[in-house]
């Protein structure tokens, strides 16, 4: 919109709105998924940019998006000898360069450093790009063969790339990190270790109940022995289960 002021000012908003999927920066009008996990197919978007003027005028327009499953077994990461800032500014370019000497549709997945502190976003000189390719049948292509590819084209990727950096370029292949582990694994691996920690702290207390047990068992004995002895109590039983007294007859004395 050419004007200005408020009447140059245009905001945008998705007219049949499939905010659960999707939604779309109203400043800037970048649209981005909210959740289309186990979801495939083509969602068709009606979007709408409008401007703020008194008269308030609007064009709308169709964006087609096409929600792919892709599986973290078929990442690739390329490796480049760039400062991740630099990088990410020519995110686009790395993706073209890629797709033209690899022959297949490219998605970068990720674009990140070793060096996670801001203050060496721009001196790390080492940046991993995650991607994936698809080939024209839109089936994921498999990672050894994306791999073999980026080594027959190493060259002429880093010839292409040096021209988009202006600098000197190398690539390198490097592992892609790996697929989490699935909710249910993770619960299962706590469970087991709450368990075996529970199974262990059970163990630990009946060995210290049994000790104890043992030192008051040889207490109460020695204490049992000595009031048989009739050192502790001035009475004793006879056999018929009488009290009798410990202490001598008077004519004992005599």
Known sequence: DPDSGDNGLLLYSLVRSQTNEFDINEHTGQIFTVSVAGKTGTFNLEVQAADQGTRRLTAQTTVSVTVDSSSSSNIVMVVLNQTINVVERRSAEVQRVLEDKLGWNVYVVNIYSKEFESKARSSTDETQVNIIAFDEANKEVPAEDVKRKLREQKGDIELELEKVFSASVSTAIGEAPAAPESPELVATIVL???????????????????????????????????????????????????????DKPEHMNN
């Open 192 to 246: 087991g270790v709450l368990l075996a920690g529970t199974f262990i702290a059970f163990l630990a207390y009946v060995l210290l109940d049994l000790r104890r047990k043992r030192k008051h068992g040889k207490q109460d004995l020695v204490k049992k022995v000595e009031i048989m002895e009739g050192i502790d109590s001035p009475w004793a039983a006879d056999k018929n289960g009488s009290l009798k007294s410990l």
